[in-house]
């Protein structure tokens, strides 16, 4: 239940790979259901909450193979009215690397701490510090120039 409380969290995650709201929703539903489907397959190694994050991951990746093309932020179709963030920070976000959008927002959406993260992506809680300061130097020297503009 608490993860249904979740679902923005999961879906902004899920968004940032597809950049299309409503899409991103269809993949976080696709991910419970597979999740449900193979609950018995979760062998209580890692979190559960790290297996659920990867299952939206995987699910938005799938959507995004099977619809092509992506629409990215900052044009008119993939703008949704109730967008939180700017299209210039939209803009932005779609400059930098998938990994980089989705360390973000796990990090910021999803309130992970770099462990949670690490054990999602796969990834060294090293690593997870290094994107992290990579994608805000992007998107810092990106809106900098914007602004300065």
């Given at each position: 239940m608490v993860y249904l409380r979740r679902f923005n969290e999961f879906c902004s995650v899920a968004n940032a790979i597809l950049h299309d709201r409503e899409r991103a929703k269809d993949a976080v539903q696709d991910a419970f259901v597979a999740a449900l489907r193979r609950r018995r397959q979760w062998r209580g190694e890692g979190s559960l909450d790290s297996w659920l994050w990867?299952?939206?991951?995987?699910?938005?990746?799938?959507?995004?193979?099977?619809h092509e093309p992506i629409l990215f932020?900052?044009?008119?179709?993939?703008?949704?009215?109730?967008?939180?963030?700017?299209?210039?920070?939209?803009?932005?976000?779609?400059?930098?690397?998938?990994?980089q959008r989705l360390v973000l927002f796990l990090r910021y959406y999803g309130?992970?701490?770099?462990?949670?993260?690490?054990?999602?992506?796969?990834?060294?809680?090293?690593?997870?510090?290094?994107?992290?300061?990579?994608?805000?130097?992007?998107?810092?020297?990106?809106l900098g120039a914007v602004i300065d503009g």
């Amino acid at each position: 239940m608490v993860y249904l409380r979740r679902f923005n969290e999961f879906c902004s995650v899920a968004n940032a790979i597809l950049h299309d709201r409503e899409r991103a929703k269809d993949a976080v539903q696709d991910a419970f259901v597979a999740a449900l489907r193979r609950r018995r397959q979760w062998r209580g190694e890692g979190s559960l909450d790290s297996w659920l994050w990867r299952a939206v991951i995987n699910a938005a990746r799938d959507r995004r193979r099977k619809h092509e093309p992506i629409l990215f932020p900052g044009t008119p179709e993939a703008a949704p009215a109730e967008a939180p963030i700017s299209l210039d920070l939209a803009d932005a976000l779609a400059e930098i690397t998938e990994r980089q959008r989705l360390v973000l927002f796990l990090r910021y959406y999803g309130d992970l701490d770099y462990r949670q993260i690490a054990e999602t992506l796969g990834l060294k809680p090293g690593t997870i510090a290094a994107t992290i300061h990579q994608a805000q130097e992007r998107l810092r020297h990106r809106l900098g120039a914007v602004i300065d503009g």
